[in-house]
């Protein structure tokens, strides 16, 4: 059985991988959404490598 700080890292989202680093970056990170022609993208800080990326 998870402990709550487990449940809630569990539950998480991943928005994608960083493409420096290849990270997976939830999201938690990520700093701003957006839609572009109907399709959503977004920028995050790497939690490795702390660049800021749009994840893949």
């Known amino acids: 059985?998870?402990?709550d700080e487990g449940?809630?890292?569990?539950?998480?989202?991943?928005?994608?991988?960083?493409?420096?680093c290849g990270a997976t970056?939830?999201?938690t990170a990520v700093?701003?959404?957006?839609e572009v022609s109907d399709r959503k993208t977004a920028y995050a800080e790497c939690?490795?490598?702390e660049d800021v990326?749009?994840?893949?």
């Open 1 to 3: 059985m998870m402990d």
């Open 7 to 20: 449940d809630r890292l569990a539950a998480r989202r991943s928005v994608g991988d960083c493409p420096r």
């Open 25 to 27: 970056i939830d999201e």
């Open 31 to 34: 700093i701003i959404e957006y």
């Open 47 to 49: 939690p490795a490598c």
């Open 53 to 56: 990326v749009s994840p893949r």
